[in-house]
């Protein structure tokens, strides 16, 4: 298991996989971390969109790898579900902003295709109806 990452523009920056700490104090508190985790998995389930951990690093300040939080259970709206390993098991707040911002992107493109369509159909619409000696402006 690889034991922390660095990313590419922060070359000299490590974000640790582990904190140190444990991931509960005892059996009954790790029981229940698991036991709401998995539930909120199952809650989740139908959304492929809702992203559900435990114990997961999470580093918010890109360039801080100080600032960090190993939260017990975290639900993350608006990710897609799986295992989190291609920079390290973490969440690093900063690289899935960036996955966000390009899906986002990508689905705001796709809206201004479907309204430059829908404005091109509707010239040909009201085109066909002025032929046909249709004032558009009385219907």
């Known amino acids: 298991m690889v034991e922390s990452v660095s990313i590419s523009?922060?070359?000299n920056i490590t974000y640790s996989e582990r904190d140190g700490n444990p991931i509960s104090d005892n059996t009954k508190q790790f029981r229940w971390i698991v036991v709401?985790?998995?539930?909120l998995e199952l809650l989740f389930a139908d959304n492929a969109n809702i992203f559900v951990a435990g114990d997961l690093l999470w580093y918010p300040i890109e360039g801080d790898n100080k600032t960090r939080q190993a939260s017990d259970?975290?639900?993350?709206?608006?990710r897609a579900k799986g295992d989190?390993?291609?920079y390290g098991d973490k969440f690093l707040t900063f690289v899935e902003l960036g996955k966000l911002r390009e899906i986002e992107t990508k689905r705001a493109n796709k809206l201004q295709e479907q309204l430059q369509q829908e404005k091109e159909q509707r010239k040909r619409l009201e085109d066909k109806?002025?032929?046909l000696g249709i004032d558009i402006n009385d219907v």
Not at 36 to 39: Q, T
Not at 73 to 78: K, N, S, T
């Open 36 to 39: 709401i985790k998995e539930n």
């Open 84 to 86: 989190r390993g291609s």
């Open 9 to 11: 523009n922060q070359a």
């Open 73 to 78: 259970v975290m639900i993350v709206f608006g």
């Open 129 to 131: 109806l002025r032929e």
